[in-house]
């Protein structure tokens, strides 16, 4: 039975058809999704025979219109680029200047951009600082400072309060005195749109979270890092985003989506 969430290949035109017959995705999606577990249902209509891919929204899939004014080639690197994901970045500031040029600087070098930089200083740093860093650098990237001036709040509660007005699908964490690899956001991005990896979330390669990264609506449906009892009949408490995607995981029999953050992004191996 089809999910509510399906993706017909019928019309896209990165379909690969053998006469009426689709046999596979310009993508080389179809063999993936497979491997991967995802439910491929061979169809048919009157006019053609097509793939539907169940409980999985594609993101290449384009209808005829958008070959207009474009060679093929051309339309199938524009809708790989749409498609890209959007992966913010989310900066604990620890009060040392120096590791806050270092980190910016590796923000900088990313071959693929973060699509959101969000430095969260506790009461102690002084915003006026980290923005006359930014502003020296001329940095390119969109950023904001949310300002924690309750220690109430510090710590990771604090996260919850720099994820309140974020548009990104993931939101991946780092401490100020850490050197992000260059190929940290492209390695996530192809594991989800080329090689159809999914996660729920990517487990920190250190003990101060960095590496940490999990999806935006998980974090906000689960209220993010504010304490909770995840189990009312035994009144287990989970007081962490991780400790309460893990029960999900765990209650819905969906542990294999979540892993460590270096089978996803083997270039943090570098800063282990």
């Known amino acids: 039975m089809l999910g509510t969430v399906h993706t017909s290949c019928k019309d896209c035109i990165f379909a690969i058809y053998s006469d009426k017959t689709q046999t596979d995705c310009s993508f080389d999606k179809i063999k993936k999704l497979k491997e991967k577990g995802v439910e491929v249902n061979e169809s048919f209509d009157e006019e053609k025979e097509f793939y539907v891919i169940n409980n999985h929204a594609c993101m290449t899939y ?21 498609s890209s994901v959007r992966v913010g970045c989310l900066v604990m500031i620890k009060e040392n200047q120096e590791n806050l040029i270092r980190i910016i600087d590796s923000i900088c070098n990313q071959t693929k951009q973060f699509s959101e930089v969000i430095f969260c200083a506790n009461p102690e740093v002084q915003p006026s600082k980290i923005m006359k860093v930014l502003n020296d650098k001329k940095v390119t990237f969109k950023w904001s400072i949310r300002h924690i001036v309750d220690n109430e709040y510090v710590g ?20 100020s005195d850490f050197i992000i690899p ?37 974090f906000n449906a689960l209220r993010g890092n504010e304490d909770a009892v995840v189990d009312d009949d035994s009144e287990k408490a989970a007081n962490t985003i991780v400790e309460k995607i893990k029960y999900v995981a765990t209650t819905q029999n969906l542990t294999c989506m979540i892993k460590k953050c270096e089978e996803i992004c083997p270039c943090i191996n570098s800063q282990k």
Do not use: H
Not at 162 to 170: E, L, P, R
């Open 156 to 175: 990771d509660v604090s996260i919850n309060i720099a994820m309140q007005k974020t548009n990104c699908t993931y939101m991946s964490v780092f401490t």
């Open 182 to 218: 260059n190929k940290f956001v492209e390695q996530i991005d192809i594991a989800l749109n080329d090689n159809m990896e999914r996660f729920l979330l990517l487990e920190a390669i250190d003990s101060e979270n960095n590496g940490l990264t999990f999806q935006s609506f998980i």
């Open 62 to 82: 384009r209808p005829q219109s958008f070959l207009e004014g474009k060679t093929f080639e051309e339309a199938k690197e524009s809708a790989r680029q749409r």
